[in-house]
């Protein structure tokens, strides 16, 4: 005679059921986690490139790095760490003050020789 106990009798499988979705769940979460990771590690490189005949100059230094003659794509700029501006002035809006050859500011922007530093207005 088999009898089976008050506690076999009253097994609920909703518990089980539970923890399975909840499993399943955080399993799923974490797959979308780690693939948004990995995409964003393998996105694409941007770079920022001053238009053809443009130089470059550092915004804290003011040194201008122009591109070779008949450079058609233009130089890579790292953004927030250089500007563009043409090679005879100083027109990017932030650093519009050319610093001279005599070592005097020319706000205008002016260059009195090619490639001359661009600084930022003196305050």
């Known amino acids: 005679m088999s009898t089976k106990s ?10 089980w059921l539970v923890i ?3 499993a399943i769940s955080l399993a799923i979460i974490f797959a979308i986690i780690f693939y948004l990771m990995y995409s964003d590690i393998n ?4 770079v920022q490139r001053c238009n053809p005949g443009l130089c470059k100059f550092n915004v804290t230094t003011g040194i ?7 450079d058609t794509v233009g130089v890579e700029v790292t953004p927030g ?3 563009c501006s043409s090679k005879s ?5 932030d650093h519009p003050c050319a610093l ?8 205008s922007g002016v260059c009195d020789i090619a490639g ?5 207005t003196p305050t």
């Open 20 to 22: 399975c979705v909840a």
């Open 6 to 15: 008050d506690f076999e009798k009253n097994r609920d499988p909703t518990g």
């Open 81 to 83: 760490l250089e500007a």
């Open 89 to 93: 002035y100083c027109n990017e809006p």
């Open 100 to 107: 001279l050859s005599n070592q005097t500011l020319d706000c």
């Open 43 to 46: 996105a694409p490189v941007v």
């Open 64 to 70: 201008k790095t122009c591109p070779g003659v008949g």
């Open 116 to 120: 001359c530093r661009c600084v930022k």
